[in-house]
């Protein structure tokens, strides 16, 4: 992902979150889901990368997704790169 397509994606999620926060203060359900659809992201992206530790990413994002640090470290570690085994047995990147 390049620079530019990440700094869109930011801004993307920005204004979805604010957009869902305004949803929820009104009592609608869209509004949760987007909401929790942010919250879970980096377990979202784990998942669909099948990445090798994916279950420790959700773990630690619903337990300490709440702080802004607790959730940017299981985004990071969902985007990078999951080590891979080649038929010898070897770990590939």
């Given amino acids: 992902m390049?620079?530019?397509?990440?700094?869109?994606?930011?801004?993307v999620a920005i204004v979805l979150?604010?957009?869902?926060?305004?949803?929820a203060n009104q009592g609608q359900p869209?509004?949760?889901i987007i909401v929790a659809?942010?919250?879970?992201?980096?377990s979202?992206?784990?998942?669909?990368?099948?990445?090798?530790?994916?279950n420790a990413i959700f773990l630690v994002?619903?337990?300490?997704?709440?702080?802004?640090?607790?959730?940017?470290?299981?985004m990071i570690w969902a985007v990078t790169a999951p080590k891979r085994i080649d038929a010898d047995g070897f770990i590939s990147s």
Avoid: D
């Fill in 2 to 11: 390049t620079f530019i397509q990440s700094k869109l994606t930011w801004r």
């Fill in 17 to 23: 979150l604010v957009l869902a926060l305004s949803y």
């Fill in 30 to 32: 869209l509004g949760f």
């Fill in 37 to 42: 659809s942010l919250y879970l992201l980096p």
């Fill in 44 to 54: 979202i992206v784990a998942y669909r990368r099948k990445h090798h530790q994916q």
């Fill in 61 to 74: 994002n619903v337990l300490f997704g709440w702080s802004i640090i607790g959730w940017i470290i299981p």
